[in-house]
């Protein structure tokens, strides 16, 4: 059931990439194998249903679950990547490039004992994950599968192996890793799931875990099956090229109506009646098989950017990755061989991808004395708007941390407050879409849980000239990293706060990270691949700066690697 193109050697298994050649999977927590088959499968062995059946019964038995911080019941965390984010393919790129891989299998799941809470229930498989939940006091399941790379599919393939050797439900409460989550789970039916993603893999768990606990129902903190299936990527942002090609403009449009017009066009519009300020960007949709097709369409992309908007330089961004994977650019307008080149390789990648205008942000100090692009995001949490906003640290195109701001820390960063208040009427105005009328019949009403919008302030220019614009630029309609940071001010109760990422040493742990430096806020700790930590401060600056500091006094302990991040 478990596919890959890959082989095992002497010392270890190894990949092999797109272009046929083949690497060593080395440095990773896990396996590097991934289901491909679809999950007809499983959905069949484990449900006796078809994948579709599988979404239907999940939208009416998984529910979203919506409380404060301050108040909510036990948790079971099964936080893991997720092929919906197309995580493995992100680190296959890296190898391929030669860059050191996120290992995100691991980082995401070591992190998540973060979020719990004593009386909370861990699940995950990796070394950095055991050491975790141990440091934070979590009692925790270990799954015993390291071969799969995605713990969703690790958690069916052992659902598999638990129902062959438990074939009656009342023999389940055993010591088996799957046996101690029924039986937790039976104690706790009030408990809330918390997947990093409802993929369709958690869902075919969940409805599984819920056939051998007898209970009707599970509350999630993850978005409804419609939301995280159908939303959870860029591809609803921009109108899809062919559909703008066929509206009528004129010389001399406004370019805000032209702008306002297109993202009529949008499928957010047109499901949901979401208005969001964005910027001018048309999707590309990739039909299988046909790369020439794709290729062609970037280019009619490029051609409208210019002719309608005066634009000169874009960013060709796939619809389904997070963290910056895999966004080409800024690619000039002008240039169609590397248009075409660019449309070619994603093309292999199988998602969507917009070509959207290229930003000249402003910037901010992001401690130190550096400066960072503005690229705020708002969120969702608990099915409210969370209060303010968030500054991303970023290094590229990566995100590397967060900064807390409200809109008196905004101001003192010397930016306009006009733009904090466009953001914050988008937040409210996403929120409100998913509970309209049109959220109903679309599949989505009350759906909306979770989430985070990523925002650009900055200047396009073309016929915007000089205008500082803030505009949506990335929906992320599942958990998030912002969360470590807001969980982080819950749990220290300051009001300005961040967080960042740094790339361990080698042989740098949690244990050792908290013992040499036990004031740091250690939050994970990824030997050689991912950590973060925390820190308050009097305001937006110091909180960033504070960041900076602890992770030199980490350093200054041996635990930073010398190179950075990415």
């Given at each position: 059931?478990?596919?890959?193109?890959?082989?095992?050697?002497?010392?270890?298994?190894?990949?092999?990439?797109?272009?046929?050649?083949?690497?060593?999977?080395?440095?990773?927590?896990?396996?590097?194998?991934?289901?491909?088959?679809?999950?007809?499968?499983?959905?069949?062995r484990l449900l006796g249903l078809t994948p579709q059946q599988a979404e239907q019964e999940a939208a009416r038995r998984l529910l979203p679950y919506r409380a404060t911080p301050q108040d909510r019941e036990p948790s079971l965390f099964l936080h893991g990547a997720t092929p919906a984010n197309r995580h493995f393919e992100g680190d296959v790129a890296d190898l391929a490039e030669g860059r050191p891989p996120y290992d995100c299998a691991t980082y995401l799941e070591a992190r998540a004992a973060f979020l719990a809470r004593p009386g909370d229930l861990l699940v995950g498989r990796t070394r950095p994950w055991r050491e975790a939940a141990e440091v934070f006091g979590v009692d925790a399941v270990d799954l015993q599968d390291l071969k799969h790379y995605y713990l969703c599919q690790a958690l069916l393939a052992t659902a598999v192996r638990h129902t062959e050797s438990h074939p009656e439900s009342h023999h389940d409460k055993d010591a088996s890793p799957l046996g101690r989550v029924i039986a937790w789970l039976c104690a706790r039916p009030h408990a809330v799931v918390r997947p990093y993603a409802l993929d369709g893999e958690t869902q075919i768990f969940l409805l599984w875990l819920l056939r051998r606990t007898g209970l009707e129902r599970l509350h999630t903190d993850a978005n409804s099956p419609r939301v995280a299936t159908a939303w959870n990527s860029k591809n609803h942002i921009h109108p899809y090229i062919r559909d703008a090609e066929e509206l009528p403009t004129h010389k001399g449009m406004p370019p805000d109506r032209l702008l306002a017009a297109e993202q009529r066009l949008s499928l957010a519009h047109r499901r949901l009646g979401l208005v969001m300020p964005v910027l001018p960007g048309y999707t590309v949709r990739r039909h299988p098989d046909e790369p020439d097709r794709f290729a062609d369409d970037t280019g009619r992309a490029a051609d409208l950017l210019r002719r309608r908007y005066g634009l000169r330089r874009a960013f060709f961004k796939p619809c389904e990755a997070g963290s910056g994977a895999r966004i080409v650019g800024p690619v000039d307008?002008?240039?169609a061989a590397r248009l075409r080149d660019a449309a070619t390789e994603a093309h292999q990648h199988g998602d969507d991808y917009l070509l959207e205008a290229a930003v000249d942000y402003l910037t901010y100090d992001d401690g130190g004395g550096s400066r960072c692009p503005v690229?705020?995001?708002?969120?969702?949490?608990?099915?409210?708007?969370?209060?303010?906003?968030?500054?991303?640290?970023?290094?590229?195109?990566?995100?590397?941390?967060?900064?807390?701001?409200?809109?008196?820390?905004?101001?003192?960063?010397?930016?306009?407050?006009?733009?904090?208040?466009?953001?914050?009427?988008?937040?409210?105005?996403?929120?409100?879409?998913?509970?309209?009328?049109?959220?109903?019949?679309?599949?989505?009403?009350?759906?909306?849980?979770?989430?985070?919008?990523?925002?650009?302030?900055?200047?396009?220019?073309?016929?915007?000239g000089d205008e500082v614009l803030a505009a949506a630029i990335d929906f992320n309609l599942s958990s998030h990293g912002a969360e470590y940071l807001r969980t982080f001010q819950d749990k220290s109760g300051a009001r300005y706060a961040a967080t960042r990422l740094f790339r361990p040493s080698a042989t740098a742990t949690l244990t050792a990270g908290r013992a040499a430096v036990p004031d740091a806020d250690l939050i994970a700790c990824v030997p050689d691949r991912w950590g973060m930590v925390a820190a308050t401060g009097l305001?937006?600056?110091?909180?960033?700066?504070?960041?900076?500091?602890?992770?030199?006094?980490?350093?200054?302990?041996?635990?930073v690697h010398r190179a950075r991040q990415r």
């Open positions: 059931m478990d596919t890959f193109p890959s082989a095992t050697g002497p010392h270890g298994p190894r990949i092999r990439l797109n272009d046929g050649t083949e690497r060593a999977w080395e440095g990773f927590g896990t396996g590097p194998y991934v289901h491909q088959g679809g999950l007809a499968d499983y959905s069949a307008l002008h240039d690229a705020p995001s708002g969120h969702i949490r608990d099915g409210r708007v969370a209060p303010g906003l968030t500054l991303q640290i970023l290094n590229g195109y990566a995100w590397e941390g967060n900064v807390f701001t409200d809109r008196a820390g905004w101001q003192r960063c010397g930016l306009p407050p006009a733009l904090y208040d466009t953001m914050a009427r988008a937040m409210e105005a996403l929120h409100t879409a998913f509970l309209s009328q049109a959220s109903v019949t679309d599949g989505s009403h009350g759906g909306l849980v979770t989430g985070g919008v990523d925002f650009a302030v900055g200047r396009i220019g073309g016929v915007f305001d937006v600056l110091d909180a960033a700066e504070e960041t900076r500091r602890r992770i030199d006094v980490l350093a200054s302990a041996g635990l």
